[in-house]
């Protein structure tokens, strides 16, 4: 069995520990978690979502997402209310302390992460998005 594909898969691993730990120590220098700031930039221009999106879009587990609400809520970044509806649900959003600090720290962040990219041309971010978007479509087939 050709194995040369570890190799491949391994440096793409590194690559986004890497970046995850720059990014991750920018996010701490500005006075918050990454779930914290994950739950933020996600929130951040939005009218809100419910748990369970959040849930999905931040990748974050039910049971960790709790514990960042509850303490996101005590500092008054986010308020939680009962869905209209369905009043099981439960509906997140940024307060508007939440709103100015999305505003102040998600350019930042966004700026701090683009720094390694600072040498790349145009040909590098298409050849690096052309190898990335064929290994998806083939990882997509597998998952099917």
């Known amino acids: 069995m050709n194995k040369r594909y570890l190799r491949s898969i391994r440096l793409l691993s590194e ?11 920018r996010v701490r220098q500005l006075g918050y978690t990454p779930a914290q700031f ?6 951040g221009n ?7 999106e959040l849930g999905e879009k931040t990748l974050i587990t039910k049971g960790t997402l709790t514990g960042v609400l509850d303490r996101m809520e005590q500092k008054a970044l ?13 509906f997140v ?11 102040d720290i998600f350019p930042k962040v ?32 597998n998952a099917a």
Do not use: W
């Open 15 to 25: 690559c986004m520990q890497l970046f995850e730990t720059v990014s991750n120590r």
């Open 78 to 90: 986010i308020i939680r209310e009962r869905g209209g509806e369905d009043r099981r649900q439960l």
């Open 38 to 43: 994950d739950i933020i930039a996600t929130l």
């Open 110 to 141: 966004i700026q701090s992460g683009g720094e390694g990219f600072a040498e790349y041309t145009e040909a590098d971010y298409n050849a690096l998005e052309e190898a990335l978007s064929k290994l998806k479509s083939h990882l997509g087939k």
């Open 46 to 52: 939005t009218p809100g979502m419910t748990c369970k």
């Open 93 to 103: 959003k940024l307060t508007s302390q939440g709103e100015t600090i999305f505003k």
